[in-house]
Antibody
């Protein structure tokens, strides 16, 4: 069945960058958008942006503009989210989610297991 | 940005009893095509969020028919007809009308 498997836990120092991967299996990778959502401690879920199958429709939440880069490598069915200039506020669990896109709605039907990123000096 | 406001934030429920969670959006989620771009998710302890309801009232694949979504415009409700122990977790509403897609604060359902 379709699933997304993310890379492992990361610990970074303030000012560093982190790159999280999300490997898809069980479906046609290029046929679906992928979204990135994070969940900081004590906070709600926060949408970061998305990337389409051809990598020609990439949109970021304004909050992350200039710090986030989303890419994907169709040859290995893997998407990446890189976040730079990390601060303690970026400590969170980062998720990738597949977009089923039903009747024009972005429907996040499958989620990765999450990648915990801790930013600490 | 569209603001999503859930209530209550905490919901203790006796097994077998019904439960209801409300979500309000700061603007209508009805698109011109007649569809409402609104979803419900459940995040069980230690797990990723899972899709429960999409397009306001459609149950996702594999979701129990004890769960139902209703509402339109700016007011939405998730109902659980008979709560079970497996339903504990945090429920989130989400608008998918416009970027940035935004979530409610979450409602923590616990068993009494």
């Amino acid at each position: 069945q379709a699933q997304l498997v993310q890379s492992g836990t990361e610990v970074k120092k303030p000012g560093a960058s982190v790159k999280v991967s999300c490997k898809a299996s069980g479906y046609t990778f290029s046929a679906h958008y992928l979204h990135w959502v994070r969940h900081a401690p004590g906070q709600g879920l926060e949408w970061m942006g998305h990337i389409n199958g051809n990598s020609d429709d990439i949109r970021y939440a304004q909050k992350f503009q200039g710090r986030v880069t989303m890419t994907r490598d169709t040859s290995i069915s893997t998407a990446y989210m890189e976040l730079s200039r990390l601060t303690s506020d970026d400590t969170a669990v980062y998720y990738c989610a597949r977009d089923l896109y039903i009747k024009g709605e972005n429907v996040f039907d499958i989620w990765g297991q999450g990648t915990e990123v801790t930013v600490s000096s | 940005d569209i603001v999503m406001t859930q209530s209550p934030l905490s919901l203790p429920v006796t097994p077998g009893e019904p439960a209801s969670i409300s979500c309000r959006s700061s603007q209508s989620l009805l698109r011109g095509n007649g569809y409402t771009y609104f979803n419900w998710f459940l995040q069980k302890p230690g797990q990723s969020p899972q899709l429960l309801i999409y397009l306001g009232s459609n149950r996702a694949s594999g979701v129990s028919d004890r769960f139902s979504g209703s509402g339109s415009g700016t007011e939405f409700t998730l109902k659980i007809s008979r709560v079970e122990a497996a339903d504990v977790g945090v429920y989130y509403c989400m608008q998918a009308l416009q970027r940035p897609y935004t979530f409610g604060q979450g409602t923590k359902l616990e068993i009494k």
